[in-house]
């Protein structure tokens, strides 16, 4: 379930009254609630790496593995898109192979399965680097058919090999979060902001993310929660023993 933007917005707005800190405009939220996703969004991948450096035998492993697999599946999606053949690609593009354009949210390429036009199966389609591709077209061993076929990916083009395949590609990717945005109209009278759900969009995290979002969108706003002070205080505390230890 996603974080509900108008919540933490006014939760926020709350918390800056309470410690007189000013109001911050919707617009002025949208940047930093936008900023404080990607961080949140990018410690899952930090808290992954150390995980799998962890022993995988105790029990407090599988929960937080378990969690942040729940986390991370939020961003999963499947994509089909038709190939554009070969010779048919706008005028400027220079690749002259059979493509696909991924969307611009694609934050990491998973699998890519080429299904061709007759065909109700797909096959999955092997990734080779740039500089492969010249050598991987001359060896009878490893030149690509329409059965074996592989690609290469850079600038969000997914270019295919033999250049002559024809009918969809099923790309499975995790994407980057959209950016949240608190909508509003305004009070003609009062000249209050008004919330409008219609035209706002909710945070994508994990609805257990709340409180850590929240934290960092009032850190941005120059409020420091308990914990945080805390961490700031350890930290400027670690910085001044290693600055004595190096006099």
Do not use: C
């Not at 969690?67 to 939020?74: G, P, T």
């Not at 009032?218 to 420091?224: I, P, S, T």
């Amino acid at each position: 379930m996603a974080i509900n933007i108008d919540k933490v917005y006014k939760t926020v707005l709350v918390i800056l009254e309470q410690e007189k800190r000013g109001v911050l405009t919707p617009t002025e939220f949208g940047k930093i609630a936008t900023q404080s996703q990607a961080e949140v969004f990018t410690s899952y991948f930090d808290e992954l790496n150390q995980l799998l450096r962890m022993p995988q035998t105790s029990l407090a492993y599988a929960d937080r593995m378990s969690l942040l697999d729940e986390k991370i599946s939020l961003f999963k999606k499947t994509e089909k898109i038709t190939i554009v053949p070969h010779g048919t690609l706008p005028v400027g593009n220079e690749n002259p192979n059979a493509a696909v354009t991924a969307t611009s949210s694609v934050q990491e390429l998973g699998s890519v399965i080429y299904v061709k036009n007759s065909d109700t199966v797909g096959r999955e389609v092997q990734r080779i680097q740039q500089q492969d591709v010249f050598t991987t077209n001359q060896s009878p061993l490893t030149k690509p058919t329409e059965f074996y076929p592989v690609y290469t990916y850079e600038n969000k083009v997914i270019s295919l090999y033999p250049y002559n395949l024809t009918g969809d590609v099923q790309l499975n990717y995790l994407k980057f979060p959209s950016n949240p945005k608190w909508g509003f109209t305004i009070d003609p009278e009062l000249g209050n902001y008004i919330y409008n759900s219609l035209d706002s969009t909710d945070f994508e995290l994990h609805e257990s993310d709340q409180p850590l979002l929240v934290d960092k969108i009032l850190g941005y706003a120059g409020v420091m929660s308990k914990d945080q002070f805390a961490m700031s205080l350890s930290s400027q505390k670690e910085q001044q023993i290693n600055a004595d230890s190096q006099k």
